[in-house]
Antibody, heavy 112, light 112 residues
Framework: QVQLKESGPVLVQASETLSLTCTVSGFSLTNYGVIWVRQPPGKGLEWMGIIWRNGNTDYNSALKSRLSINRDTSKSQVFLKMNSLQTDDTAIYYC??????WGQGVMVTVSS | DVVLTQTPPTLSATIGQSVSISCRSSQSLLHSNGNTYLHWLLQRPGQSPQLLIYSVSRLESGVPNRFSGSGSGTDFTLKISGVEAEDLGVYYCVQGTHAPWTFGGGTKLELK
């Protein structure tokens, strides 16, 4: 069955770079795109970006200058990198396939 | 970017009551391919979001048929015909017609 799991550091210092990995199983990254979504504590969902099945990417306009999404299809992994972190980047970060299948999320705290 | 406006922000209901949530888009969500990529999610407390309805009115597998979706263009509605306790949480609409995808602000369904 389709599964996604996010992994990465739970605590990051302000101004540093966040690196997260989404490891998927049950499907090929060349057949489906993977989306990153985040949710600050007590707030709503924010679409961050997508890596399409052909490897192309689209990003949230507000994050585009700081965000990159890449993948390793041989390892079934999708990578998120976001630089110049601030405290308001503190959030649960999710990866999802078509908003149908979701990972459990990883809570990332940005410390000043 | 497309803005999705959900109303009401909070909804109080009794068990068995029927309720509706509105999602209005700043642009038509009709894609050039003829599909409308407007979906509804439920996020229960402490859980990842769950897909309920996709493409306006199509019920995701395993979702009870008390959930239904309707609408077109810029106006969409999610209806729950007979709220049950397990339906409590925050509902989000999300559009995938225009890049970047965007989420509505959410509607919290609580018990009266």
């Amino acid at each position: 069955q389709v599964q996604l799991k996010e992994s990465g550091p739970v605590l990051v210092q302000a101004s540093e770079t966040l690196s997260l990995t989404c490891t998927v199983s049950g499907f090929s990254l060349t057949n489906y795109g993977v989306i990153w979504v985040r949710q600050p504590p007590g707030k709503g969902l924010e679409w961050m970006g997508i890596i399409w099945r052909n490897g192309n990417t689209d990003y949230n306009s507000a994050l585009k200058s700081r965000l990159s999404i890449n993948r390793d299809t041989s390892k079934s992994q999708v990578f998120l990198k976001m630089n110049s972190l601030q405290t308001d980047d503190t959030a649960i970060y999710y990866c999802t396939v078509g908003v149908t299948y979701w990972g459990q999320g990883v809570m990332v705290t940005v410390s000043s | 970017d497309v803005v999705l406006t959900q109303t009401p922000p909070t909804l109080s209901a009794t068990i068995g009551q029927s309720v509706s949530i509105s999602c209005r888009s700043s642009q038509s969500l009709l894609h050039s391919n003829g599909n409308t990529y407007l979906h509804w999610l439920l996020q229960r407390p402490g859980q990842s979001p769950q897909l309920l309805i996709y493409s306006v009115s199509r019920l995701e597998s395993g979702v009870p048929n008390r959930f239904s979706g309707s609408g077109s263009g810029t106006d969409f509605t999610l209806k729950i015909s007979g709220v049950e306790a397990e339906d409590l949480g925050v509902y989000y609409c999300v559009q995938g017609t225009h890049a970047p995808w965007t989420f509505g602000g959410g509607t919290k369904l609580e018990l009266k």
